[in-house]
Structures are given as C-alpha cells and as structure tokens.
C-alpha cells in the first residue's frame, strides 16, 4: 500500500500546543518549556482505544528532515563555533560562492540544503529525490542476533566510486556513511570548486543524519521508527508526525527551545571538553555504530511502555475506505525526559565530529 493511501483524521482530546504551535488558555510558556510532556500526558484515556489515527505519509517520513531543521543548525553552529580561523575561512568563502536559491545563505540554513534538494523534486519527476533520498540513512537491522552491527548490509560493502563520478552523482543505494566518506574525500581532493561547494553542503547535512538514531537503526522492517506509532502528551501534531522517527526527528528537538543559536550555545556552554576529545576520534562508521548502539539502548527501549489499540483508517487502492486495528505505542514523560537528554548528547556529538570532519578535509 502506498502511503497516501492513508487517509488522515485524528480525535484529539484536550488542549496543549495547536498545530500552529500555540499555546491554549492557561498553559504558560515555561510550564511547557520545563514540563515538556508530563502536564499534557493525563488525558490519555481510554477513549484512545476509539481514536481514529490517520497516518498517510507514514512511509514517506522516512524521508523526514533528520532532526529536521532546527537540528541540522543547532549542530552546524556547533560545529563552525569549533573550526580554527583558517577553515572557517575556507568554509566562508566556499559558500560565498553559493547561488543556490533553496535555503538561506547563512551557515546554519545551508546545512538544511540536502534536504531541500532532494525534496525539489519529490512531485516532478523525482530525479533528485530517487537519486539521493537514500543517502541520509543507514538502515542497520536491530533484530540480527551476531555481536556486532553489520554496516556492510544496509551499505552495500561500501562500493568504491567508480573512476570520474562525482559523489554528488554517486549511486542512489549509496548509504550515509559512505556518502561521508566519499564527500570528505572530495572536499580535501577535487579540483572543482562546485563540487567542493556540494560537498561541503552535503557533508553538513550528513553528520547531522548521522546523529539522529533513527538514521541509523531499523526493527522489524520498521524504516527506522517510521511505522511505530506513538503518541506522547496531548499532542495536537500533524497526523503525518505520529510516530517515533518523526518524534525524534522534531519533537525532541523543539523541547529544546525556539532558538537554534541559544540552543547551540547552551550545548556548548554544557559541552565537557574530556567528551568533546573522544567524540572526535574515530571514523564515520566508528560514529554510526555508536549512533546504532543508543538507538538499540535508547530510542528502542520501548518494553516498558504502554501499548494501546487505535483504528486507522485507510484507503485500499481503489480509494474505498476500511479500518485496520494498530499498535500504539504511549510515550510516557519519563521516557521525553530520558531521551531530552540523548537527543542533546547527540546533537553535541554530531557538531562536534562536523567539525572534525571539514577540519579535516580543508
Ligand atoms: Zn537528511
């Protein structure tokens, strides 16, 4: 079934945020920023069992922004307030050159870049988007029982370049980590300024992709969270961002707070510099694995949670409606609370090896 083959209608049943992300009547501001989800978690009744959860694009958040934006410049401001004066320099004038017109000029904005390209032509003909929506995940099964977290699998054994393709024309199988690798390479080697440009601009979207569990984990064939649906707080979100992939990717984030800059500074300010040295070591797929483990301790640790009936409401392919019972899975606030935590260290993490990754190549 494809995804839009979901219908979308959701009974929501009290008040915290709107969609538009206001705040109802007497709910203040610093009540939500505080307690980010345990004010909101008692009107989860029974009536759950009734509601009507529409999922179409449930698949489709798979292609999610990681992080989704705000993440991508929180980690980007981390990242360039760690560059020495000579690459920041570098990375200025790289994109100093930059008329691409998909994202703001600045810094934090062009780490979003990858994503905007890829969607520019996911309702076209969808040259970008089949070409490199592939390249912002690494799908690493969590259900193999062998010790150690295969990368070969879900990278294809990692598959040199063949000889005068760009990265940036690199296979569409291609997975993260080695799109890292490949544009790392590229951003310390290639002659050409506009594919040093597209590398510099990938390469700050990718450590970020890389960073986000969800990217870089998979259960049951889930596509990495997409298919498990949640519901946390009193939430009043699209419908397309029920589930535990589209969580991580916004949710977390946007506890956070409003600001990417203040978020950044405060990640830095609470930055030990004992982690920051050992997050810098390692390889792509030194951090993908470790990613991998937290996703596997962290962002899967779901055992404990309260699994609830819901009715989806979907279309079969002739359009004709039909009801599917489902598994929700309740994200209770001790769990945004624990995992507020692993979404800051990982956001910290990732700007930091951003940083370590152009330092490197510039
Ligand atoms: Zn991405």
Redesign the pocket.
């Given at each position: 079934m494809s995804m839009c083959s979901l219908l979308t209608q959701v009974e929501e049943s009290g008040p915290c945020r709107n969609r538009q992300g206001q705040l109802p009547y007497g709910i203040r501001k610093n009540q939500l920023d505080s307690q980010p989800t345990m004010h909101c978690q008692q009107n989860l009744t029974a009536s759950l069992l009734s509601l009507l959860v529409g999922v179409c694009a449930l698949s489709a958040m798979r292609?999610?922004?990681?992080?989704g934006d705000e993440g991508?410049k929180i980690i980007a401001l981390i990242a360039y307030g760690r560059l020495s004066e000579p690459a920041r320099h570098k990375v200025d004038a790289l994109l100093a050159d930059d008329e691409d017109t998909l994202t703001p000029a600045d810094f934090a904005s062009r780490a979003t870049w990858?994503?905007r390209y890829?969607d520019s032509d996911r309702n076209g003909s969808k040259t970008r988007y089949l070409s490199t929506r592939q390249?912002?995940?690494v799908d690493i099964n969590l259900d193999d029982l062998i010790a150690k977290p295969d990368l070969d699998t879900p990278c294809h054994g990692f598959p040199k370049l063949p000889q005068n393709v760009l990265a940036s024309n690199g296979p569409a199988g291609d997975c993260?980590v080695t799109k890292i690798e490949q544009f790392q390479q590229e951003l310390q080697r290639s002659a050409s300024p506009a594919e040093r440009l597209l590398a510099l601009k990938f390469l700050m979207?990718?450590v970020?992709?890389l960073h986000q569990p969800l990217?870089a984990a998979e259960h049951n064939h889930d596509k990495g969270g997409n298919e498990v649906l949640v519901l946390f707080g009193r939430h009043h979100v699209a419908q397309d961002k029920l589930n535990l992939h589209a969580y991580w990717d916004t949710q977390l984030v946007s506890m956070l707070g409003k600001d990417p800059n203040a978020v950044a500074q405060s990640l830095i300010l609470d930055m030990k510099s004992s982690d920051a040295q050992r997050w810098e070591q390692g390889t792509p797929q030194d951090w993908a694995k470790d990613t991998f483990a937290v996703a596997k301790a962290k962002a899967y640790d779901l055992a404990r949670m309260e699994h609830r009936s819901a009715t989806v409401k979907r279309k079969r392919e002739d359009g004709s409606p039909m009801l599917m019972p489902v598994d929700v899975t309740v994200l209770d606030g001790q769990y945004a609370n624990d995992m507020l935590l692993v979404a800051r260290e990982q956001l910290q993490k990732a700007g930091v090896r951003l940083a370590t990754v152009l330092e490197g190549a510039l």
């Open positions: 292609d999610a922004r990681a992080w991508h990858a994503d890829r390249w912002h995940f993260v979207h990718f970020g992709d990217h």
